[in-house]
């Protein structure tokens, strides 16, 4: 069952999109498991309770200084997938500014942000965090147009 209270040093929360069964399966994975907790409790008898995934320190497989948490095949959360690589993206911390970064570290370049998105004029591939917004992620290299596959909102 997955935790109604989430780990004391959780950054933050992504939610999987209601469109995207394949960001749902995050939650499902058994080596995610312990890293989900409630993010909304349903407001009324039609809603259903939201969950996701935790970001913190707590969720790594071995300590690395800068980085929160990996994301992929073979990473401290699991992302299932054929179009997906061995670390498709990371959460991490700029090492002089301390803010909290994010970064496409999948081969094909296959990973969206928004709002902001990454820059079009080469191969930086990192976006900088900002604490109150709600930023949509996508990642695979065959996704549909339409609704990311998971929303977060980073407080703090």
């Not at 907790?37 to 009324?44: D, E, F, H, N, P």
């Not at 911390?93 to 094909?108: A, C, G, K, N």
């Given at each position: 069952?997955?935790?109604?209270?989430?780990?004391?040093?959780?950054?933050?929360?992504?939610?999987?999109?209601?469109?995207?069964?394949?960001?749902?399966?995050?939650?499902?994975?058994?080596?995610?498991?312990?890293?989900?907790?409630?993010?909304?409790?349903?407001?009324?008898?039609?809603?259903?309770?939201?969950?996701?995934?935790?970001?913190?320190?707590?969720?790594?497989?071995?300590?690395?200084?800068?980085?929160?948490?990996?994301?992929?095949?073979?990473?401290?959360?699991?992302?299932?997938?054929?179009?997906?690589?061995?670390?498709?993206?990371?959460?991490?911390?700029?090492?002089?500014?301390?803010q909290?970064?994010?970064?496409?570290?999948?081969?094909?370049?296959?990973?969206?942000?928004?709002p902001?998105g990454?820059?079009?004029?080469?191969?930086?591939?990192?976006v900088?965090?900002?604490?109150?917004?709600?930023?949509?992620?996508s990642?695979?290299?065959?996704?549909?147009?339409?609704?990311?596959?998971?929303?977060?909102?980073?407080?703090?």
């Amino acid at each position: 069952m997955p935790r109604q209270i989430p780990h004391p040093q959780m950054i933050f929360h992504p939610v999987p999109h209601d469109c995207s069964p394949k960001a749902k399966e995050m939650l499902l994975h058994p080596d995610n498991k312990p890293f989900v907790s409630l993010y909304k409790k349903a407001a009324g008898p039609d809603e259903e309770d939201q969950y996701g995934l935790e970001i913190g320190y707590h969720v790594q497989t071995r300590p690395r200084s800068l980085v929160i948490v990996e994301v992929g095949k073979n990473a401290d959360l699991v992302m299932p997938g054929s179009n997906i690589s061995q670390v498709h993206f990371s959460f991490e911390i700029h090492p002089e500014s301390r803010q909290i970064m994010f970064w496409d570290r999948s081969r094909l370049h296959s990973t969206k942000i928004s709002p902001d998105g990454f820059r079009v004029d080469g191969n930086f591939r990192q976006v900088v965090l900002l604490p109150g917004t709600e930023y949509k992620i996508s990642a695979g290299a065959r996704l549909p147009p339409g609704p990311s596959s998971e929303r977060s909102r980073l407080d703090g």
